[in-house]
């Protein structure tokens, strides 16, 4: 009994090294495929493919789900802004880095301004003050605190409506929006040019050219 024990014992460890050896041969083959440049091309080329593929798929999103890009006019039809300054306005944003402001200045591009928030806030602000001047100017007293809160309020209505008109691919804007934008042009000049009215940007006639200041606004 002893005798035929030793001997399966010897024959599976037999078997076992031998299936160790192979495993080991076929691990070594494996290696030496991956490890030869000629065996390369069908992953990198696959690998291509997806990348291609994801690229383009992104560019296409990117495009295709766009917002539409309109311009503004007085509710008399006055064209205010058209797509074509608005475009020029990106190239200036662009021109003088202003996505990278924070930068100049050691604090990071994270801690720049949002000049799109800061211009919003700024039309809020001149809307409020248009109603504020237009009851003042007609009653001919100081506005309360109740009346300014109700201008805050209807401003607030006011620009959060559509009022995009799908006929020409403008936006109409009441003289409230009317007055707060050419308020806006007048405030980034203040602020790159630095005029009297106020100094707001640390680099004085960073950007001196009126025309780029009226398109970025």
């Not at 007293?141 to 008109?165: G, H």
């Not at 020409?168 to 602020?191: I, S």
Request: charged content about 25%; cysteine-free; proline content about 2%.
């Amino acid at each position: 009994m002893n005798k035929q024990y030793n001997k399966k014992t010897a024959a599976a460890q037999a078997d076992t090294q031998e299936e160790i050896m192979q495993n080991g041969d076929g691990i070594k083959k494996n290696i030496d495929y991956l490890m030869n440049t000629k065996n390369w091309w069908g992953p990198l080329v696959f690998i291509l493919i997806i990348s291609l593929a994801g690229v383009g798929m992104i560019g296409f999103q990117t495009y295709n789900d766009a917002p539409p890009m309109s311009g503004f006019k007085s509710e008399s039809g006055t064209i205010l802004i058209n797509q074509s300054t608005i475009e020029k306005g990106q190239t200036v944003f662009h021109k003088y880095a202003l996505m990278e402001y924070g930068s100049f200045f050691g604090d990071g591009a994270q801690r720049g301004p949002d000049f799109t928030a800061e211009a919003l806030h700024q039309i809020y602000l001149y809307m409020n003050q248009y109603y504020v001047n237009q009851l003042e100017k007609e009653e001919g007293r100081t506005a309360s605190d109740v009346d300014l809160k109700m201008i805050a309020e209807q401003v607030r209505q006011e620009l959060k409506k559509n009022r995009f008109d799908a006929r020409d691919n403008l936006v109409v804007l009441n003289d409230a929006g009317v007055y707060a934008l050419e308020k806006l042009k007048k405030y980034y000049e203040d602020t790159f040019i630095g005029n009297d009215a106020g100094i707001h940007f640390p680099l004085k006639n960073y950007i001196s050219d009126a025309q780029e200041i009226r398109d970025l606004s």
